[in-house]
């Protein structure tokens, strides 16, 4: 029979390993490591194409300024029209092909890569974590820009889970401040599903929910929604069979994003990767914004 005493020395020197283990590590170590992975996974890439259910997304190696970069151009459909957003190493452009408007402001880094952007922030090793059976290790970060669904951000802070083997980021946590006229809310974002094509570790499916803290609906606006949304339910189970397929997934996550909104937990989007191609020969046109008004 093993003694008490001897359970409290096993436990006492497998806390003294671990205690070890987080002294020995930084944040500066963390990002090094991630970046180092990185690296090694874009080592032969030139450029890169992600088409998910939300855009598409393209990138191409470029030298700006003395530095290797990925130029970015992210393209969201809206019906007939799109909002294309061009990172070129200096400023991220705005355009909107149905109002033909485009906008920039100065940007340094990609606010697409959060990875590279970890070095321009305040970040702090505060532990370790289990998310979905993966170990990772929690970075404190303060003050980054990035992109949070389709939107821009800038000087954001919260927490980034990575995974202590493979070096990839599984979770981030971000708090996001609002106008003067509206409640600060937080976003949450899930990496899952992650595969590797051409080296490179893509996340196939990535979950966002914007949690509580968004403007409160009054009764008379949540009521109003359900309404909305049972209606929408009723009409799509009436459908003839052929009118329903046309329209099915339009109507049913239009219904999702309403019962996620109405829920306590926030909103939740879901969007998956459905194709990724690289080295395919994008052309330097597609990321200068002297020719996004011939779109």
Do not use: C
Not at 139 to 145: P, Q, S
Not at 184 to 194: E, L
Not at 199 to 225: C, D, K, N, Q, Y
Not at 249 to 277: A, R
């Amino acid at each position: 029979m093993i003694s008490k005493s001897l359970l409290i020395a096993v436990a006492l020197t497998v806390f003294i390993l671990m205690s070890g283990e987080l002294e020995g590590l930084t944040a500066d170590t963390i990002i090094n490591h991630i970046l180092s992975s990185y690296e090694k996974q874009m080592t032969n890439v030139n450029d890169i194409t992600v088409v998910s259910e939300s855009d598409t997304q393209y990138r191409k190696r470029a030298k700006v300024n003395g530095r290797t970069i990925y130029k970015t151009r992210t393209e969201s459909a809206m019906g007939e029209h799109k909002t294309i957003t061009i990172w070129d190493g200096e400023f991220l452009w705005f355009y909107n092909t149905l109002s033909r408007d485009i906008n920039r402001e100065p940007a340094d880094t990609n606010p697409n890569e959060l990875i590279n952007n970890l070095k321009e922030g305040e970040v702090e090793f505060v532990g370790k974590d289990d998310i979905n059976g993966h170990t990772t290790y929690i970075l404190e970060v303060k003050d980054i820009d990035m992109h949070t669904g389709e939107d821009f951000q800038q000087g954001m802070s919260g927490k980034v889970w990575v995974d202590t083997e493979k070096w990839i980021i599984r979770q981030m946590s971000m708090d996001v401040d609002g106008s003067p006229e509206e409640a600060s809310a937080g976003v949450v974002v899930r990496m899952k599903n992650y595969q590797t094509i051409d080296g490179v570790m893509i996340p196939f499916t990535t979950e966002i929910l914007l949690r509580a803290g968004m403007p409160e609906m009054s009764p008379e606006e949540e009521a109003e929604m359900r309404q909305n949304m049972e209606e929408m339910k009723r009409e799509l189970e009436e459908m003839p069979a052929l009118q329903r397929r046309m329209v099915e997934g339009m109507m049913t996550s239009q219904i999702e994003k309403m019962e996620s909104m109405l829920s306590e937990e926030g909103m939740v989007t879901v969007n998956k990767v459905q194709e990724v191609k690289v080295n395919t020969g994008l052309p330097d046109n597609m990321f200068d914004p002297k020719y996004l008004m011939e779109e």
